[in-house]
T-cell receptor, first 114, second 116 residues
Framework: NAGVTQTPKFRILKIGQSMTLQCAQD?????MYWYRQDPGMGLKLIYY???????DKGEVPNGYNVSRSTTEDFPLRLELAAPSQTSVYFC?????????????FGAGSRLTVL | KNQVEQSPQSLIILEGKNCTLQ??????????LRWYKQDTGRGPVSLTI?????NTKSNGRYTATLDADTKQSSLHITASQLSDSASYIC???????????????FGTGTQLKVEL
């Protein structure tokens, strides 16, 4: 099982450029999440989705957009990259509403905006 | 404000020794508490999940404890190995997000290094 796959692993962007971070899972999970991890900080939720066609904002959604056209894929779009978006981004998925559902994380995408 | 605080921030121990990592939280409402291990350059991996009614849970050489009254948790690592070198993150699950799923509050992690 591949689990949660994120691409690219590394990317350098110039201010104002756009890009999409890809996330795919093969576990048929309904719930998918995007987090960012900044140095010395806990992971912060950007956007999440409870199923195909449904997305919601998390704690830090500004500057990002998402879509969920299929159960498997949950891409994160940066429209106008800013230095404040330099971070490591993690996609995660889980299988249900149970409060104890376990999140499976991807390996992360390190983004630098110069 | 919902917060999860971990201590120490970093720790160096010799291989074979035991260690205990601490987690204090102020998250309310409380659903469950999780410990994750994050290797350098990788995503977090779940070690344990405990609800408020569980005092202790083990996963191999990892044993987590929870005191829901004092809002404290600990992760004890026994007979440490070089492969235990990683960041250990305490995560508290709170209220339900719109549409389902849980709002998770992440600690900043304890960076553990195990040396020969």
């Amino acid at each position: 099982n591949a689990g949660v796959t994120q691409t690219p692993k590394f990317r350098i962007l110039k201010i104002g450029q756009s890009m999409t971070l890809q996330c795919a899972q093969d576990m048929n999970h309904n719930y998918m999440y995007w987090y960012r991890q900044d140095p010395g900080m806990g992971l912060k939720l950007i956007y999440y989705s409870v199923g195909a066609g449904i997305t919601d904002k998390g704690e830090v959604p500004n500057g990002y957009n998402v879509s969920r056209s299929t159960t498997e894929d949950f891409p994160l779009r940066l429209e106008l990259a800013a230095p404040s978006q330099t971070s490591v981004y993690f996609c995660a998925s889980s299988d249900g509403r149970s409060g104890a559902n376990v999140l499976t994380f991807g390996a992360g995408s390190r983004l630098t905006v110069l | 404000k919902n917060q999860v605080e971990q201590s120490p921030q970093s720790l160096i121990i010799l291989e074979g020794k035991n260690c205990t990592l601490q987690c204090n939280y102020t998250v309310s409402p409380f659903s469950n508490l999780r410990w994750y291990k994050q290797d350098t350059g990788r995503g977090p991996v779940s070690l344990t999940i405990m609800t408020f009614s569980e005092n202790t849970k083990s996963n191999g050489r990892y044993t987590a404890t929870l005191d829901a009254d004092t809002k404290q948790s600990s992760l004890h690592i026994t007979a440490s190995q070089l492969s235990d070198s990683a960041s250990y993150i305490c995560v508290v699950s709170g209220f339900i997000l719109t549409g389902g799923g849980n709002k998770l509050t992440f600690g900043t992690g304890t960076q553990l290094k195990v040396e020969l």
